[in-house]
């Protein structure tokens, strides 16, 4: 696929998240995809995850735990097999009732008209103070 249509197809999976299609963006995904966010003490959602099935508990989880209050995304850039998204995003923690933003980066590997791989980076800080609570 052309960049073009790598950067088309990231974008449609952050449409179907906005629109709470998770059933959309995991049929956006590869079989094998790798999905990653960083492992963080006293935080449920994190980690990696492998398959599709896996990319599923890791939303389970996250909408178990968190209700999203604000999700921007600002711009992708692509290039070659990799789909750059940069925006924001602002997050409640349901068990601490704490909320928490930070500005994002996903790296996106697109392989045969899939996403083969996702990883994230944010403001780990942030996040343990949500879950750490008061």
């Not at 299609?21 to 995991?26: E, K, P, R, S, Y």
């Not at 750059?84 to 590997?109: I, M, N, P, Q």
């Amino acid at each position: 696929m052309s960049e073009e249509e790598n950067m088309r197809l990231v974008q449609q999976a952050y449409r179907d998240f906005q629109n709470g299609d998770i059933q959309g963006v995991l049929g956006l995904l590869s079989e094998d995809v790798e999905w990653v966010t960083t492992q963080l003490s006293g935080v449920p959602v994190g980690g990696t995850y492998y398959g599709v099935e896996g990319a599923g508990r890791f939303f389970s989880s996250l909408v178990d735990t968190q209700e999203l209050r604000l999700f921007e995304s600002r711009e992708f850039v692509a290039q070659g097999e990799k789909v750059v998204a940069l925006g924001h995003y602002a997050w409640h923690v349901k068990s601490t009732g704490r909320e928490w933003e930070s500005d994002f980066a996903h790296v996106c590997v697109v392989r045969d008209g899939k996403i083969a791989r996702f990883q994230e980076y944010t403001d780990t800080a942030a996040i343990v103070e949500a879950f750490r609570g008061s």
